[in-house]
């Protein structure tokens, strides 16, 4: 049912920009209950993240410090990929169809994190949806959410979480 957190279990995989949006946004003594069901979220790994993430917020610094609560919080929130995972990550970046989302993810110096993230929800065996705070724009065939939409990834940005979760402050 809507806005019962409880009803199904869903594993929201976050990603940097929605991690820095919520950092930046949603400061802890002014939003002390959003805090309080997100911690929750996380604690019980109904919010998780990827190691290249994790990567992504300690190179950028913008937030890097989220990384130690989110830790802190849960020692498995950013996870390393499976071997599973890293085929997926493979075969998405040799899918022809996906050529502008590869060559994106391939010019980065570092691990790009959505390929990452896509793979972790494609491998999971319970109901997940990638959170990013991306364009949900189909025509930008590079991004994050096309790619989940090609193969069937539920993507929603964080205020779409919340408004799934029933959060209201």
Not at 41 to 61: G, H, K, M, P, Q
């Amino acid at each position: 049912m809507l806005g019962d957190e409880h009803s199904a279990l869903v594993v929201y995989i976050l990603d940097d920009n929605t991690i820095s949006q919520i950092w930046r946004s949603y400061h802890r003594n002014i939003f002390p209950s959003f805090w309080e069901r997100f911690d929750r979220l996380i604690s019980e790994r109904r919010a998780v993240s990827v190691d290249a993430v994790r990567d992504e917020l300690l190179a950028s610094r913008r937030v890097s410090w989220a990384v130690a609560h989110l830790e802190r919080s849960n020692s498995s929130f950013f996870t390393e990929p499976t071997t599973y995972e890293q085929s997926l990550v493979q075969m998405m970046i040799r899918d022809p169809r996906l050529s502008s989302a590869a060559n994106r993810w391939l010019s980065k110096a570092k691990d790009d994190a959505d390929p990452y993230l896509i793979a972790k929800s494609l491998a999971s065996p319970i109901t997940t949806v990638v959170v990013t705070e991306e364009s949900q724009d189909l025509s930008k065939t590079a991004s994050i959410f096309y790619v989940c939409h090609y193969f069937g990834v539920d993507c929603i940005n964080h205020q779409q979480m919340m408004d799934r979760l029933g959060w209201v402050f």
